[in-house]
């Protein structure tokens, strides 16, 4: 069994920076995914990464402010966060894809493997 892991909310002002680790038990393939779900809202698939050859993709309204990256020595993919924003302000997921061998899914019933989410929000 897969078991992911969460790390790096917190509160945050504005404008500010986290950077949110996602440490899994083992190595695996084929793609690992950042989601969030904002109060009265569904869970949204925000950026993936594959394992074989680095591509990735994100939501439009994180390109440009998010970052996704693997060190995959550490089984450990990163979400690097600037320029946050309150609408930002959600509990953020990692989650795994075995399946996804030609794609990179945006899509949370995608996945299959997730972690138990870390709270971040973005306030004055």
């Known amino acids: 069994q897969l078991q992911v892991v969460e790390s790096g909310g917190r509160l945050v002002q504005p404008g500010g920076s986290l950077r949110l680790s996602c440490v899994a038990s083992?190595?695996?393939?084929?793609?690992i995914g950042w989601f969030r779900q904002a109060p009265g809202k569904d869970r949204e698939a925000i950026s993936c990464?594959?394992?074989?050859?680095?591509?990735?993709k994100y939501e439009d309204s994180v390109k440009g402010r998010f970052t996704i990256s693997r060190d995959s020595a550490k089984n450990t993919t990163y979400l690097q966060m600037d320029n946050l924003r309150p609408e930002d302000t959600a509990v953020y997921y990692c989650?795994?894809?075995?399946?996804?061998?030609?794609?990179?899914?945006?899509?949370?019933?995608?996945?299959?493997?997730w972690g138990q989410g870390t709270q971040v929000t973005v306030s004055s």
């Open positions: 989650a795994v894809d075995p399946s996804a061998v030609l794609y990179c899914p945006l899509h949370p019933k995608e996945y299959l493997y």
């Open positions: 083992r190595p695996y393939s084929h793609a």
């Open positions: 990464i594959k394992t074989d050859n680095l591509y990735t």
